[in-house]
């Protein structure tokens, strides 16, 4: 509802939420512990005229109320960037507490069997017409490791290093049910872009209440 008090946990510059702003809600807030990327969502939002609350805290004990917000999203890749597991598991404890009773909880998850049928180690793909992407992968177990390297005709303009854990849809689902989500379903998004779209290409959302 575009009443509802949303919070966009993780959410980086707040891409969602500025969307979402656009369309007519109205109670949103965006989390993320990157004070870069915060300022870059403020600055968006004050060019757009959008009214969207932006907070850097760390998602594994964000300062905020409890049982404050009707609806917690986590979408775009999230979950999965500590690699010690209990370190995630903070993050959706914090999502659970965070919610009213009754409360709607929705996290996207990278479709780990998707990308391991069609790995690629490395891929090339223009994103427009002054602008090449090359990315360099190692999968290792349920961990990938991407370089992506992003460059025009006159300069280097990204050479960034991550990693993600990769969580497979049985394994997510029990963890949401020992947090004591409830309802708990599923359904998988496949992009038809042709583009190289890396952990992007087949997307599994994860849909609960509290």
Do not use: W
């Not at 917690?72 to 890749?77: E, H, R």
């Amino acid at each position: 509802k575009e009443e509802d008090k949303i919070l966009d946990f993780c959410g980086g510059q707040g891409r969602h939420s500025l969307e979402l702003a656009r369309r007519g809600y109205k109670d949103l807030t965006v989390l993320d512990y990157s004070k870069f990327l915060i300022n870059r969502g403020k600055e968006e939002a004050k060019k757009k005229k959008l009214n969207i609350k932006f907070v850097r805290a760390d998602a594994r004990s964000p300062k905020l109320k409890k049982e404050s917000f009707s609806v917690v999203f986590m979408i775009g890749n999230c979950l999965g960037y500590f690699l010690d597991k209990r370190e995630n598991l903070k993050i959706l404890k914090s999502a659970y507490r965070l919610l009213k009773n009754k409360g709607k909880f929705l996290v996207d998850i990278p479709n780990q069997d998707y990308l391991k049928k069609r790995f690629k180690p490395i891929s090339i793909h223009q994103a427009d017409k002054k602008t090449l992407v090359i990315r360099k992968r190692v999968l290792k177990d349920n961990t990938i490791r991407v370089r992506e390297i992003v460059i025009s005709k006159t300069r280097l303009i990204r050479d960034t290093l991550y990693c993600q854990l990769l969580y497979d849809l049985k394994e997510l689902k029990n963890i949401l049910r020992k947090i004591d989500f409830q309802k708990i379903t599923s359904y998988t998004f496949l992009t038809s872009s042709e583009k190289d779209l890396g952990l992007m290409s087949s997307r599994i959302f994860v849909r609960a209440l509290k």
